[in-house]
């Protein structure tokens, strides 16, 4: 009978300390600063379109860009900006 309990018990504490774990890692990933600039495929990602739809947003000028030393890079608060302006359009 008391491997019983000793056993619910435990999966007590298991599940409380996953959540303060869960809890930690979401303080400390909140902590770092976010990248600003992002690379074509971390900025799909960003807004949930493909990389060549990205690719095509900023080649008809909808996205705005940056380029450096041949690469393309997105600003996040164009992206945000451009996901507010989406979301007003319907």
Same mark, same amino acid.
């Given at each position: 009978?008391?491997? =019983?309990?000793?056993?619910?018990?435990? #999966?007590?504490?298991?599940?409380? %300390?996953?959540?303060?774990?869960? /809890?930690? $890692? *979401?303080?400390?990933? =909140?902590?770092?600063?976010?990248?600003? #600039?992002?690379?074509?495929?971390? %900025?799909?990602?960003?807004?949930? /379109?493909? $990389? *060549?739809?990205?690719?095509?947003?900023?080649?008809?000028?909808? #996205?705005?860009?940056?380029?450096?030393?041949?690469?393309?890079?997105?600003?996040?608060?164009?992206?945000?900006?451009?996901?507010?302006?989406?979301?007003?359009?319907?």
């Amino acid at each position: 009978m008391n491997t =019983a309990m000793e056993s619910t018990g435990n #999966l007590g504490l298991d599940a409380l %300390a996953d959540a303060i774990a869960e /809890r930690v $890692a *979401a303080r400390i990933m =909140a902590a770092q600063p976010a990248q600003r #600039l992002m690379d074509v495929r971390t %900025a799909a990602e960003y807004i949930g /379109r493909s $990389a *060549a739809a990205l690719r095509h947003l900023v080649a008809k000028g909808v #996205l705005p860009s940056v380029r450096r030393d041949g690469r393309v890079y997105c600003d996040r608060k164009d992206l945000d900006s451009w996901i507010e302006i989406s979301k007003s359009r319907g």
